[in-house]
């Protein structure tokens, strides 16, 4: 079965192109985003991993580490990482998991348990692999997203996600459609009014089970 909200996430030791990892260690006490791909040197990830690269210093700031992944070699990963540093002109410190045998994307359910690839092949051999799995300090999965081969993965929203995640995390509030930082929240409905409004302060009953409140800092 595959991995659902609130699972925690699957242990693992891989190569990347900065060493071996055993991926809770790795993550420790910080959040996670791990993102996967189809094939190095192919167009659309090249783009994702600038973006990414791109967004380090926001990363750091939330105090989450991003891990790619990619069905070739340590080898490639290293040239390819060459190519991502240019398109992007950013430095990509982040590793890339080498999946080769395909063992990390069916643990995930990124792929079939029967999908294999063949020699010459190609980033269509393995077009599942395009996710994006966000994950809390204790091991637990938040968040997961899966595109298709055509469509470009949009970093920004990631990072809105995560921030939403961040703030919505072990307290009774919700975020709206669109929100961002700075923005007010929903509060949960297992609170009534004067619960809410002892927790938070003043509340905006829009409706009887919409209310929203600001995010304290």
């Known amino acids: 079965m595959g991995l ?6 699957h242990n693992f030791t ?9 991926f809770h ?9 791990l993102f996967s791909h189809p094939k190095d040197f192919t167009p659309v990830c090249t783009t994702e991993f600038g973006a990414v690269a791109q967004l380090a210093a926001e990363w750091e700031k939330r105090n989450t580490k991003v891990i790619g992944l990619s069905v070739d070699g340590v080898a490639e990963h290293h040239d390819w990482k060459k190519d991502i540093e240019a398109f992007a002109n950013a430095p990509a410190h982040f590793p890339i998991i080498a999946d080769q045998d395909l063992a990390v994307s069916k643990q995930f ?34 968040l997961i997203m ?3 081969m055509s469509v470009g993965r949009n970093f920004a929203e990631v990072l809105r996600a ?3 995640l961040q703030a919505t995390f072990g307290t009774p509030i919700a975020t709206p459609a669109n929100w961002t930082v700075g923005q007010d929240v929903i509060v949960s409905l297992a609170l009534n009014d004067d619960q809410a409004r002892e927790k938070f302060g003043e509340i905006d009953v829009k409706l009887p089970y919409l209310r929203t409140t600001a995010l304290k800092a």
């Open 146 to 148: 899966t595109y298709p």
């Open 4 to 9: 659902r909200i609130n699972d925690i996430v």
């Open 162 to 164: 995560l921030d939403g």
């Open 25 to 33: 260690d790795w993550i420790g006490d910080s959040w996670a985003i």
């Open 109 to 142: 359910d990124m792929l079939p348990a029967e999908a294999y690839l063949p020699d010459g092949r190609t980033a269509a051999d393995s077009a599942s692999v395009r996710s994006v799995f966000i994950i809390s300090p204790d091991k637990k999965v938040q």
């Open 14 to 22: 891989a190569e990347t192109d900065k060493g071996t990892i055993t």
